[in-house]
Every structure is written in structure tokens, then in C-alpha cells.
């Protein structure tokens, strides 16, 4: 997709690029987004979803079609085909969409994380609300929870997580930082399964950031040994919390390891320019394992 995205790395700045569904106004990280494309050619899938409109082919992948109004529930108000090319752990797909508005250069800082309530409401796929300069906002969708829910093949791998073997980390003490509450529940679980103890975790990069300065004020051995975040994250996001990191005499000696959707060519150069010690593709929780392991060693 043709924009001026970020090349700056650790700035928590982001671009999100505000669409149209149902009349409703939502948003997407356009660093999610491979291209915008009109009229397609989509065939039908037998005994699909009903949100699910088939398949189409452009230059030379398949590619699924998603109703996304369908999908949320709501009423379409599309007058011509306008699909978003998606591309994120490792998967791509196209969403269809009402409009395209425009995109909006933002801080994290002005990303809010969704209270209980409402994220009930909407069964968890809002990840954020951007609040605009003019105090109007943007529901950010979890674009990753409605792939799973479409292929949960797309999640994580059960049988890889299963083969975790358990290792002698009793002493290693983590510190996660992730939004989302069911990837902030399972990297636990895998990690406990792996003999990791003590884990504390945290649901975006600055709650992260201050913990490890009252470590820092109290001694990080015994406190902490190594980081895991994510990129996306309301507040701060994994780029700066690492650069933070790496740029404190004190903490710079973690370990941090980048476990994020977004894992491609430019956020690659992005993770190893902030001095992330470790970059991996979510959700490959029996690789972030290993990686944890390989770095404790070292």
C-alpha cells in the first residue's frame, strides 16, 4: 500500500487508516495492510461461512474474501467492491469494507485500551480506541481474532505447545508485555509448562516500562532476567519500550525478545535497529519457548 509509512524506529508513532463498516468508523495499522484493491473476481467456497464470500486469485496468490459487515454483524452500505489486503502472522487475507476514509499519523499515547465493558460487548475485537485531535474516535478491530475465528489454524499451534519439554529456568524471572489477554494468558501457561516460575506481565509497553524502573530502583537481579513484548500496544509500543531498554545503561542488559503479528522485511530491520535480542512471528509460542531458553543459556 502507497503511503509514508514510519521508517523511524522506537518514535511510538503509527499510522492507522481509518474505513467505513455499516456507517460505523473503524481502523487498521496500515503497517497491516499490503494494498487496497477495487473489483475482484471471487469464486464461492462450498459449505463456507456465510461471512466468507470464496477466493480470488491476483498475482499469483489466493487470497480468501472476507464480509467483514457480515462478520461484525452489521448491515453493508458498500456501493462498490473495496477490499483491505492483509498481511500478518504470516497470512494473508481481504477484508471487504464500506468506504475508505483517511489515514491518521497518531502517537500510541493516544490509543486507549478498551474497558471491560466494552470489550465485552464486542466479544474482544477491539484492540484500541484512537482518539482524534477533534475528540472524535476510531474503534481499532483485532483482525487477528477474526482470522482464528475463521481458521483457527491461523492460532497457535497445540500440538507444537504440547511438545514443550520442561526445563531447569526456576530462576529466571520474565516480564510480558502484551495486550491481548489470551496471548498474555497462553505465552504464561507455555512458559510455566517450560519450568519458567515467575512471570509477571503487562498489558502494554509503558505499564511494562514503569515496572522495570522500580526494578531498576531495587535491583534487577531477583526481579528480573528478560523481556518479551509485543509491537502493538496501547501507550508505548514494543519499539520504544525496547529502545528504552537498550538506551539505559542499567536494564540494557536483558535480554528482550519481539513477539509480534508484524514480523516482516521492515519491521525486522525496525526490531534489530531498536536492539531487540531476539525478533519471532506470533503465534509460534513453542519457538518463543526455545528462544527463551537459547538466551538464558547464553
Same mark, same amino acid.
Given at each position: 500500500?502507497?503511503?509514508?509509512?514510519?521508517?523511524?524506529?522506537?518514535?511510538?508513532?503509527?499510522?492507522?487508516?481509518?474505513?467505513?463498516?455499516?456507517?460505523?468508523?473503524?481502523?487498521?495499522?496500515?503497517?497491516? #495492510?499490503?494494498?487496497?484493491?477495487?473489483?475482484?473476481?471471487? !469464486?464461492?467456497?462450498?459449505?463456507?461461512?456465510?461471512?466468507?464470500?470464496?477466493?480470488?486469485?491476483?498475482?499469483?496468490?489466493?487470497?480468501?474474501?472476507?464480509?467483514?459487515?457480515?462478520?461484525?454483524?452489521?448491515?453493508?452500505?458498500?456501493?462498490?467492491?473495496?477490499?483491505?489486503?492483509?498481511?500478518?502472522?504470516?497470512?494473508?487475507?481481504?477484508?471487504?469494507?464500506?468506504?475508505?476514509?483517511?489515514?491518521?499519523?497518531?502517537?500510541?499515547? !493516544?490509543?486507549?485500551?478498551?474497558?471491560?465493558?466494552?470489550?465485552?460487548?464486542?466479544?474482544?475485537?477491539?484492540?484500541?480506541?484512537?482518539?482524534?485531535?477533534?475528540?472524535?474516535?476510531?474503534?481499532?478491530?483485532?483482525?487477528?481474532?477474526?482470522?482464528?475465528?475463521?481458521?483457527?489454524?491461523?492460532?497457535?499451534?497445540?500440538?507444537?505447545?504440547?511438545?514443550?519439554?520442561?526445563?531447569?529456568?526456576?530462576?529466571?524471572?520474565?516480564? #510480558?508485555?502484551?495486550?491481548?489477554?489470551?496471548?498474555?494468558?497462553?505465552?504464561?501457561?507455555?512458559?510455566?509448562?517450560?519450568?519458567?516460575?515467575?512471570?509477571?506481565?503487562?498489558?502494554?509497553? !509503558?505499564?511494562?516500562?514503569?515496572?522495570?524502573?522500580?526494578?531498576?530502583?531495587?535491583?534487577?537481579?531477583?526481579?528480573?532476567?528478560?523481556?518479551?513484548?509485543?509491537?502493538?500496544?496501547? !501507550?508505548?509500543?514494543?519499539?520504544?519500550?525496547?529502545?528504552? #531498554?537498550?538506551?539505559?545503561?542499567?536494564?540494557?542488559?536483558?535480554?528482550?525478545?519481539?513477539?509480534?503479528?508484524?514480523?516482516?522485511?521492515?519491521?525486522?530491520?525496525?526490531?534489530?535497529?531498536?536492539?531487540?535480542?531476539?525478533?519471532?512471528?506470533?503465534?509460534?509460542?513453542?519457538?518463543?519457548?526455545?528462544?527463551?531458553?537459547?538466551?538464558?543459556?547464553?
Amino acid at each position: 500500500m502507497a503511503t509514508n509509512i514510519l521508517l523511524e524506529s522506537g518514535t511510538n508513532e503509527l499510522e492507522i487508516l481509518e474505513f467505513l463498516v455499516g456507517g460505523n468508523r473503524y481502523g487498521i495499522n496500515v503497517a497491516k #495492510i499490503e494494498e487496497i484493491i477495487g473489483d475482484c473476481e471471487i !469464486q464461492s467456497v462450498p459449505r463456507a461461512k456465510p461471512f466468507v464470500e470464496g477466493v480470488f486469485r491476483r498475482r499469483g496468490k489466493i487470497y480468501t474474501a472476507i464480509d467483514l459487515a457480515g462478520y461484525l454483524g452489521l448491515k453493508s452500505q458498500h456501493t462498490k467492491d473495496i477490499f483491505l489486503i492483509t498481511h500478518f502472522n504470516q497470512t494473508c487475507a481481504a477484508f471487504r469494507v464500506d468506504e475508505i476514509r483517511v489515514i491518521h499519523h497518531l502517537s500510541w499515547t !493516544q490509543i486507549q485500551e478498551p474497558d471491560h465493558v466494552l470489550a465485552g460487548e464486542q466479544n474482544s475485537l477491539i484492540t484500541g480506541i484512537a482518539k482524534l485531535s477533534n475528540n472524535e474516535m476510531i474503534l481499532i478491530l483485532d483482525f487477528e481474532k477474526m482470522l482464528f475465528d475463521i481458521n483457527p489454524e491461523t492460532g497457535i499451534d497445540e500440538k507444537a505447545v504440547a511438545a514443550i519439554q520442561k526445563g531447569p529456568h526456576a530462576g529466571v524471572r520474565m516480564l #510480558i508485555a502484551e495486550d491481548s489477554a489470551l496471548l498474555r494468558k497462553m505465552i504464561e501457561e507455555c512458559l510455566k509448562k517450560a519450568g519458567f516460575e515467575h512471570i509477571v506481565t503487562e498489558v502494554n509497553g !509503558q505499564d511494562a516500562w514503569d515496572q522495570l524502573l522500580k526494578y531498576k530502583e531495587s535491583g534487577l537481579e531477583g526481579n528480573v532476567s528478560c523481556v518479551i513484548t509485543d509491537i502493538e500496544m496501547p !501507550q508505548m509500543d514494543g519499539l520504544t519500550l525496547t529502545r528504552k #531498554i537498550k538506551e539505559d545503561k542499567v536494564l540494557s542488559k536483558l535480554p528482550v525478545i519481539i513477539f509480534s503479528s508484524m514480523i516482516d522485511e521492515v519491521n525486522s530491520q525496525k526490531c534489530t535497529a531498536v536492539g531487540a535480542d531476539a525478533q519471532l512471528s506470533k503465534p509460534d509460542i513453542a519457538k518463543l519457548v526455545a528462544c527463551v531458553d537459547e538466551l538464558m543459556r547464553g
